[in-house]
């Protein structure tokens, strides 16, 4: 009897799971409302801002993250390091020792040969280069 009634929970569980992958999977990432960045901030060679989605959360690639954090550092001239997390939980990040940055004081941001370039509502961005304006990375092909 304990093995057909645990059987059944599986088997329930099992259908809301793949109903679940099937909303996720009907849905269009295009509809999605996207992020709205607030509350930002720059310094010499940082920004940083609070991400807030936009709208209801769509799930399409999983559940979405309410709030989350951006934070730009320009490393030298040609480096930059972008980090959007969760503001409210951590979660597993590659150790700093697999990939090494430069250390010391982040490089102003006006004589960098790359630029961030942002967008608020709905959040994306892009890095270009200074001289040329040659778009090297580019968000807003859809919502963030």
């Known amino acids: 009897m304990f093995k057909a009634a645990a059987l059944g929970v599986l088997c329930l569980s099992t259908i809301a799971s793949a109903s679940q992958l099937v909303d996720r999977q009907s ?8 992020y709205t960045a607030k509350n930002v901030k ?3 060679g940082t920004l940083s801002a609070d991400l807030t989605l936009a709208g209801n959360a769509c799930n399409v690639y999983g559940t979405d993250v309410q709030n989350l954090k951006l934070a730009v550092t320009y490393e030298d001239e040609t480096r ?25 004081s982040a490089v102003d941001a006006k004589s960098a040969d790359i630029k961030f370039n942002y967008k ?12 040329t304006g040659e778009v090297l990375f580019d968000s807003s092909g859809g919502s963030l």
Do not use: L
């Open 42 to 44: 720059t310094g010499k």
């Open 120 to 131: 608020t509502s709905p959040f994306s961005f892009t890095i270009t280069r200074a001289k």
């Open 80 to 104: 930059i390091h972008i980090k959007i997390t969760d503001a409210k939980n951590k979660r597993y990040e590659v150790p700093d020792e697999i990939f090494k940055r430069p250390s010391g």
């Open 27 to 34: 849905a269009n990432p295009d509809s999605c409302p996207g």
